[in-house]
């Protein structure tokens, strides 16, 4: 054990300066993300062995049971939902850590690791109840025991390789680029000139079961009527409307509505304007999007560090590294589809690619030291730069005042309503979770939905709304009188009640 620590004493400081960084987050106390609410809420229907209903609240259980095992331990809800956010984020040093050792040296794993525990955008996350940093451990972990057997030739590593894979694909159905990643790069690695002459007859059964092994998984999915719950199913229906051209219908739509906003212009007949080039370089701008997110996850001062990185000497490791740049440039294919079908994505659905990255960064920083060991003004002055900025930037956020408008209203609707007699409509998830009624979540909706069904609907006498603070003063209901108000510096949070006449 004391040579263990010894061994690994530089990764568990900045493993414990990360767990301090994130306990400082959950610590200042910051409301949850509104996809909580339906996390949670499944979570208690699983808990409570009513499995059924808690698919209706999300259809994917591996993480809401997850949530509830955690709840066993820890009572308060939202506590447990940030231990499996914060243990995760944690636990992913680990595997980058050995990743980049792999892939590159001892420094540049060091390096690598103690930037990923300061990166803001992982940290800031920590408050949040979200399947993405468990995603993100057994993505790595399933990566970095890929590499160990493209590099050692280790044939039981397999079982562990789709074991996580399966992990990754329960938590998000994105785990699928993974054995895709193994697929593709079987052929490459395994049949290079140097191994081809050493491979025996098990190591062909083995690559020969390696497809079989993943149709075999996906039948048996198929078979058992679960491809629903891993959202395999969204996989083949993406796959038929790629096909069929239909998955660009959106798309197509979108399009048409910007030609006809451009028809409305003076200027419409003008070529190359705005709109027209927007909507002939839309994918292009899309990507340029995706990629300004990832140079914000790894944050714009690691840029310094990745063009120190082309001075490093190549190993001959070098063939692995294609491996990790498929899978990040495939995290990255995805969420560029996703932008032509849904027209958006988000930052945490780019985490794998900005992940996969760092251990070039990390390598930059290696080269940084090798060079600069003379020069230590410079050196310090690129260490503040690449670590110091996001260290500067993850601290200064936590420090902010949060809002817990959100939190405070929640917490007086319980004391308002303690036995949960009152029927209540919400626009907001998160109002419901804080107040002990996470069942709710599935009635939230928008403000004009929720004035045509106070009018239809005589059960509902308690309006739970968060809106604007300039809306706010105009949001009213026909019969309805408002009974509580919580400003915050943005939003308000205001509670209306069904007069008794209206309710008659």
Known sequence: MRSFLLRHRSLLFIMLLSTLLKLLFVWQGEVVNPDSATYIAAAQKHAAGLYGEALHFYRMPFYPLLLAAVHFVIPNWIYAGQVLTVVPLVLCLWPLYLLTQRLFDERAAIATAALFAVLPSFNISSTAIKRDPLFLLFSLSALFVLIVIFQNRRMLWWAWFFLLSVFSVLTRIEGILLPIAALVFVPFLWFSADRRAHLSRRDWLVICLIPLSVLSLLGVVNVLGIASFLRIDDVFRWGKELLSRDFFSTYQALMDALEALQDSYP???????????TRHYAPLIYLIGLLEMLVKMIFPTSLIALWRQRRATEKPQVRERWVVLFVAAAVVAVNLLFCLKRDFTTERYLWLAGVCLLPWVGQGMAVCWQRYQARMVVLIGT???????????????????????VALAGEWLQEYDPAGTLFVMYNDRRLPLYANRAEDVTQVRELDWLRSQVVADPRISFLALYVSNDKH????????????????????????????????
């Open 383 to 405: 260490g503040l730069l690449v670590v110091g900025s996001p260290l500067a930037k993850t601290v200064s956020v936590a420090a902010q005042t949060q809002d817990r408008t």
């Open 267 to 277: 200027s419409a007949d003008l070529h190359n304007n705005l709109i027209e080039t």
């Open 473 to 504: 003063e105009n949001c009213t209901f026909p019969g309805f009188d408002v009974v509580k108000t919580f400003e915050g510096r943005r939003k308000t949070a205001l509670f209306l009640q069904r007069r008794l006449e209206s309710a008659q």
